[in-house]
């Protein structure tokens, strides 16, 4: 009878324990911005936005690579919906949707991107990865702000990595990247053109 009774509080120890574990991997995933709230989380609620759907043309894709340089991305849209951002006749930039792949899932950033071609904000709208939801924080992501194309955006010399979660940071810094790279190709090199 003993050895059952260890025998059941070693399974009920395991089922809390595998418990706890999903739980922290289901606080990592999620949606936290829907496509309407995710302009102004690149923004700022006072500014204005319209939203455009930028097809991924080869010439499209081909001025991407030319800003892209060496930096591949994971992912390929078939479309980016960018969001132009105005504050009263003043264009601020453009909010754009972008995809990356973590370690083995993709997760979706929106990227403000100012008319100078430098960072707004950025924020992740939708985290799938069991690990590495730390780049959800807005404490890693200001990091961004004020980077341009021309910055290298590799951990550890330009952004600052999380222990455990090098590939979501890479995943961040090429969003990044590409997010600058679709509105030079879409929009002009003053985004504002």
């Given at each position: 009878?003993?050895?059952?009774?260890?025998?059941?509080?070693?399974?009920?120890?395991?089922?809390?324990?595998?418990?706890?574990?999903?739980?922290?991997?289901?606080?990592?995933?999620?949606?936290?911005?829907t496509?309407?709230?995710?302009?102004a989380a690149a923004f700022g609620?006072?500014?204005?936005?319209v939203r455009q759907v930028v097809a991924a043309t080869p010439e499209?894709?081909?001025?991407?690579?030319?800003?892209?340089?060496?930096?591949?991305p994971s992912v390929w849209e078939n479309e980016y919906v960018a969001f132009k951002a105005t504050r009263g006749d003043t264009l601020l930039g453009y909010a754009v949707i972008v995809e990356e792949i973590g370690k083995h899932r993709a997760i979706t950033?929106?990227?403000?991107?100012r008319t100078d071609g430098t960072i707004n904000d950025v924020a992740v709208m939708a985290y799938r990865e069991a690990y590495g939801g730390e780049i959800k924080a807005k404490r890693f992501l200001n990091q961004y702000r004020g980077k341009s194309g021309s910055d290298a955006l590799h951990a550890p010399d330009d952004v600052k990595n999380i222990a455990g979660a090098t590939l979501s940071v890479d995943a961040a810094s090429r969003a990044v990247k590409k997010a600058i790279a679709v509105v030079h190709a879409a929009f002009g090199?003053?985004?504002g053109q």
């Open positions: 009878m003993r050895r059952f009774v260890s025998l059941l509080t070693a399974f009920a120890a395991a089922a809390c324990f595998m418990s706890v574990l999903a739980s922290a991997a289901d606080a990592q995933e999620g949606v936290f911005l496509e309407a709230d995710a302009p609620n006072d500014a204005s936005f499209l894709r081909s001025a991407m690579r030319q800003r892209l340089g060496n930096m591949e950033f929106v990227v403000g991107v090199d003053g985004a």
